[in-house]
């Protein structure tokens, strides 16, 4: 039965992916900053405006300068201020450079702004670097129900589902994932996956084929696909 609900999505997904790296924000706000960023290179201006400096944190964050990023965040609140853009950026930056302790603590400053559901998307990811998915799922499920065609949370929810047993349960956030973004390399990865766990390893590897996939890539893949398989056999045994 699953098989037969499965093949449609994977038609669909197959058409046209392209394999832009994953930001960690919201599209509009990092379009809305990076369009500020590039219209102050063409006039070749300082970031002398709280937007245009966001973006140029933006845009260290997404080229792996997280140290850097920190900097400026302490800088940017120096002269403008703390606010929830500086908490997340922040967050982030935390969690990337090896801090989870503080990184959760900004992640849960952020209840109550307009960043809340990214918080518990960070509390989230932080939660499944630590292990617990069963954490992890609670509050990326938690993080959708603010945020429900949040694409990348509601893939994360499909994978920490997926790390704790539960295929059935990863298959709906996953389905919404990839049709809400179908040229995600990231969401597509957890999608083969899902193929894998479910047995529906011929579609799987098309879907890695069509992608190219790297053999790395693949590898992984498939020791989570083993990780999993242990997981579901656990929770079994557990009941």
Not at 33 to 61: C, S, V
Not at 151 to 176: C, E, I, Q
Request: charged share 20%.
């Amino acid at each position: 039965m699953i098989r037969a609900l499965v093949l449609p999505l994977i038609c669909a997904t197959l058409a046209g992916c392209a394999t832009k790296q994953e930001n960690g924000y919201g599209v509009g706000v990092q379009a809305e900053r990076q369009a500020a960023l590039d219209q102050a290179q063409q006039k070749d201006a300082a970031p002398d405006t709280p937007g245009m400096y966001l973006a140029l944190i933006d845009r260290m964050q997404t080229q792996g300068l997280w140290f850097a990023s920190l900097a400026h965040i302490d800088a940017y609140e120096q002269q403008y201020g703390e606010s929830p853009d500086t908490i997340l950026l922040r967050a982030d930056a935390l969690r990337q450079t090896g801090q989870p302790d503080a990184s959760t603590a900004a992640y849960a400053r952020l209840a109550g702004t307009p960043f809340a559901a990214r918080g518990l998307r960070g509390l989230g990811l932080l939660a499944g670097e630590a292990g617990d998915f069963a954490g992890a799922a609670q509050r990326f499920e938690a993080a959708s129900t603010r945020a429900p065609t949040d694409a990348l949370t509601l893939s994360d929810l499909g994978y920490a589902r997926l790390r704790m047993g539960d295929v059935a349960g990863a298959r709906v956030p996953l389905m919404k994932a990839a049709e809400l973004a179908p040229n995600n390399p990231k969401i597509l990865s957890n999608v083969a996956l899902f193929l894998l766990a479910s047995g529906q390893a011929v579609n799987a590897q098309g879907l890695m084929t069509q992608q190219k996939f790297s053999a790395d890539v693949q590898q992984a893949i498939r020791g989570d696909a083993k990780r999993v398989a242990d997981a579901a056999r656990a929770s079994v045994a557990s009941r």
